[in-house]
Structure formats: C-alpha cells, structure tokens
C-alpha cells in the first residue's frame, strides 16, 4: 500500500475531547472519525487493526466449535415482546417505526433474534449441543458514551449462543467459551481475567466478565494476584472433553476474582494481603448461562431421548472487537505512539522511503517492497515527498512492527537500516539481510 494514495488523516495535535491514552492515539493516528456522541468511522488504518481482532475472534471461536451466521442490526419489537425484554430493556434500546408504523429496534444484542432461528429449526436433542455466533453491530443508547471507541453507543460485537439439552450439558458449552475467551485474549497479547460479575438486563445466574488490568478502565475489580502468572490453555485443548474443560475453568476460578458489582468484602478479606489486587479493569468479554429465560417464553425445545419436549437451556457470549482496539492501544504504546503486537498490527512493515525521486532509493524501495509481499507481508509504502522527520514520527504514531528505512547514504554503501517499534533497536543490514530478519 502505498501512503501517498492511502488515507491516514495524522493530527499533529492531542485532541482536547480525548481523555485517555487510547481515545488520543486512535484520533491522532487517524484511525477512527467520530460521527456524533459515541459513534465512529473506521478509517482505513483503524478497519485494518479492527478486521485482525475480527479474525483471531474467529478462529478461536470455531475451534471452540461454534458456528458463524450473521444477523441484521435492525429488529423487530414483536420478537422482543415474546420474551417481555421489550419493556424491560428501557431507554438503552434505540427504539424505531417502519413506514407502516411497526415498531422495530437497533439491535442491543440478539438473543430473541437466534432464539427464533433455532427454534424454526431444531427440533431434536440429536442436534444439539449448537453453538452460533455473529460479528455484527449493536446500538445502546449509553448514558455516557466515552473513551471514543472504549464505550460507544455503536459498536461491534462478537455475539455466540449455545443451546443444550439441560443444564449439564449447557455447562460444557458455557466451558467451551470460557476457554475460547481466554485463548482468545491471550492470543491478542492481554492477559484476561475471568471475575464473578452481575447478569443485568441478559439475565441468568452465573456469569463472568473477562477484564484486562488498566489504570484507565471503567471497572472496579478484586483478584488474586497468582491469576496473573496463570498459563493460558494450549491451542490442542479438547473441547469435546467435558471433564478436561472443567478442570481448566475449575483452575481459572479457585481464587478470588470479582468485579465491584459481585465484591464480598469477606471473602476478599481472606485472601492474604500481599497477594490481592484492588484494581482498575476494562471489560473485553461477558459470558452468561440463563438456562431457559428466553427459550420457556418464546417456545424453544427439542424432543429429547425420552420423547418429551425439553426446553433448551442458553448461554450467550460477548466480545466487544472495537472495545479491544481501544485496550489493546491501552496496553501498548508509548510516547510516540502505538506499539502494535504482531498479532493486530494494521501492517506488518512500514518501508520509508527517505528521498523519493532519487533513482536508488526509489528502485531499492521498489525491490523490498515486492520482496516482502512476496513472502506474504503487509506493507506500508511511506513514498511521500515529505522529510525524514516526518516520516519517522508517522510511522511510530502508527505503531507498525517493523521500520524499514531507506536513504540515499546508507544505500550507497549497500544497506539499509532496520527498526523495530517495540524495543527501537535499530541494525545497518542489506536488503537482503532486512528481508531475513523481518520474514525469517
Ligand atoms: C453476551 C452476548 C451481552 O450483550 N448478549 C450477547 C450478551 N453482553 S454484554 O456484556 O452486554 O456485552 C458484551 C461485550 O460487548 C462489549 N461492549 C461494548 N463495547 C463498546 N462500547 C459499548 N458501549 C459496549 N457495551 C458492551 C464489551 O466487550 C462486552 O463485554
């Protein structure tokens, strides 16, 4: 990609609106654009970095076994009425008429809308345990919509469902996603912890948010310090097994862990002093088991082995992927900028072309850049007229891995200088050596 025919609107100035350290650099970086209170633009850079969590999501999601559909934003009242959430939701709900004057709703979440799918389809315990999930928008009309894309009013959710014969069985697919969640998080390079939290309006009686430690996060929580060294489970977990999956969610919630809302003051207290965390969090992830709320209500069974209608019990699972990008910015930046794990960085290689024009700098650049994406690298191609300076402060702003800068002195001498964002050690290698080093 090449920046002079990119858009990446850089403001050279802190925004005054922007509070904390995220909310700054996603403006500055011209990642987002706020359209009105709580809603945003993605804006090229910013989609990119949103589509990488998108896709870990994903692919931990269906390792997990659930099963991707997608959903429409805009719903309708009736569906929500079946389950009496229509009156119960208040004024969070973005509430709209059709031109036939039918009462629809934007989307808060989706557990009729699923709940109707299955039960226009499934009719027997033989097809369960299923598990659907979407990635799509949600509106809430927050009373404090902040952070820019921290707490928004739209925003994008990775939303699953997951439909058991009985409570037993709904257990291991709330397991399942429990697992997922901290794979999920540890593979975008934060280390998520699961912590008792309230239900709210999705409702049920077990539940756990999935926080991330931040000075700047919205959340009071209380934990055992040890969950911070706890290993992540392997990528080769077998979610199939019931008892396996157990142990590990049995491991992720021996020690204390809750948020303000569910703090049992005694219980905390019994945690030795030097081993408990009184902190800030920000929460990535929601997890709830609410058995046959929406199921008993909106008729959703299956005829089970014995030849009896069951009522199926639910779970629901969310991720907030914008929520993510705004924390993972949290966890990684510094003065200059962003510092993007491998993982979710919009581009693998910022290549800096210090003299454009200049037939050397030019060819060489010309060279890295097709060598690179020849071996599958993403590649932004700094071929502005602009001077180093410049140069150099945009591509730490953006927070790219890699740094490849090529100027006319160096090259003379058949080299190329080398820069990694993340310790700022820089090498004086040949292109081909750079090559090596980034892709090896
Ligand atoms: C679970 C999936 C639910 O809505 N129903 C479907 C359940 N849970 S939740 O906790 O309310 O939201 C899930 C995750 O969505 C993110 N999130 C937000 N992100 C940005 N701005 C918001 N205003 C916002 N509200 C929720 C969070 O990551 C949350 O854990």
Wanted: net charge negative; proline share 5%; with cysteine.
């Amino acid at each position: 990609m090449r920046l002079s025919r990119y858009l990446l609107p850089i403001l050279r100035e802190a925004p005054r609106e922007a509070e904390i350290a995220s909310h700054r650099l996603m403006l500055r970086a011209g990642m987002i654009r706020q359209q009105a209170a709580g809603s945003y633009s993605w804006l090229p850079l910013g989609l990119r970095v949103l589509r990488k969590i998108e896709a870990v999501i994903r692919e931990e999601q269906n390792r997990a076994g659930a099963v991707e559909i997608l959903m429409p934003t805009i719903q309708s009242a009736d569906l929500w009425r079946e389950s009496g959430r229509y009156d119960a939701y208040g004024k969070e709900m973005l509430r709209i008429k059709d031109r036939h004057e039918r009462d629809m709703l934007y989307g808060p979440t989706n557990e009729e809308m699923v709940t109707d799918i299955f039960r226009a389809y499934v009719k027997s315990y033989r097809d369960l345990p299923l598990n659907l999930y979407h990635i799509q928008w949600k509106f809430r009309d927050e009373v404090r919509p902040r952070f820019g894309v921290m707490r928004s009013r739209e925003f994008l959710m990775k939303d699953a469902y997951s439909f058991d014969i009985d409570k037993e069985a709904a257990r291991h697919s709330y397991n399942r996603m429990f697992v997922a969640y901290l794979r999920t998080f540890a593979r975008l390079g934060l280390k998520s912890i699961p912590m008792r939290a309230e239900s709210g309006p999705i409702g049920g009686d077990m539940s756990h948010e999935f926080i991330v430690l931040a000075p700047t996060g919205e959340s009071e929580v209380f934990c055992h310090r040890d969950y911070l060294g706890f290993d992540t489970p392997a990528a080769d977990t077998d979610f199939d097994s019931a008892d396996g999956l157990q142990a590990i969610v049995d491991r992720w919630t021996s020690l204390y862990a809750a948020t303000s809302e569910m703090h049992d003051e005694a219980a905390y207290g019994a945690v030795a002093e030097a081993e408990r965390v009184s902190a800030r969090g920000i929460e990535v992830g929601h997890i709830f088991y609410f058995g046959t709320k929406y199921s008993a209500p909106m008729g959703a069974s299956v005829t089970g082995p014995d030849g009896k209608e069951h009522e199926v019990h639910m779970g629901s699972y969310g991720i907030g992927p914008s929520r993510l990008a705004a924390a993972l910015i949290e966890a990684n930046h510094d003065e200059a900028g962003i510092v993007w794990p491998d993982a979710v960085a919009p581009f693998d290689v910022a290549l800096l072309n210090l003299r454009v024009g200049d037939a050397a700098t030019d060819a060489a650049c010309a060279d890295l850049e097709a060598g690179l994406r020849a071996a599958g690298r993403d590649v932004l191609y700094d071929d502005r007229d602009e001077r180093p300076g410049a140069k150099f402060a945009t591509a730490d702003l953006i927070g790219v891995p890699w740094q490849l800068i090529v100027g006319p002195k160096s090259l003379a001498d058949g080299k190329v200088e080398l820069k990694r964002r993340a310790t700022g050690e820089r090498v004086l290698v040949t292109p081909a050596d750079a090559l090596h080093r980034i892709t090896g």
